[in-house]
């Protein structure tokens, strides 16, 4: 039985990131990130002090927050089973 990941990287409320971010980890964001986000097999958790303005690609996205402002590409799976138990939201229409 698989455990799951508890360990992740960690960007703090006063660190501001521009630029291309990558890893192999988990990366949970409370600062400011403005760019690329490169995770393919792993989750993206954006604090509820995060900005994120960036192409993400990742395994999963929390959201705890309401920062997330992009108009740039969110590449994460489309069928919700394969992002539990992490949380989604439906688009509104």
């Known amino acids: 039985m698989d455990t799951p990941k508890t360990e992740f990287a960690h960007i703090g409320k006063s660190v501001i990131i521009k630029g291309e971010l990558s890893g192999s980890e988990d990366l949970y964001i409370d600062g400011q990130v403005e760019g ?5 097999g792993n989750r993206l ?3 509820p002090h ?7 690609n990742a ?3 929390v959201v705890q927050g309401s ?3 992009t ?4 590449n994460v799976p489309s069928s919700p089973s394969q992002l539990s138990p992490w949380v989604t939201s439906s688009p509104s229409a």
């Open 36 to 40: 690329s986000i490169e995770l393919s």
């Open 45 to 47: 958790i954006i604090g």
């Open 50 to 56: 995060g900005q994120v303005r960036a192409n993400v």
């Open 71 to 74: 108009s740039a590409p969110l």
């Open 67 to 69: 920062s997330m402002a």
């Open 59 to 61: 395994k999963g996205v």
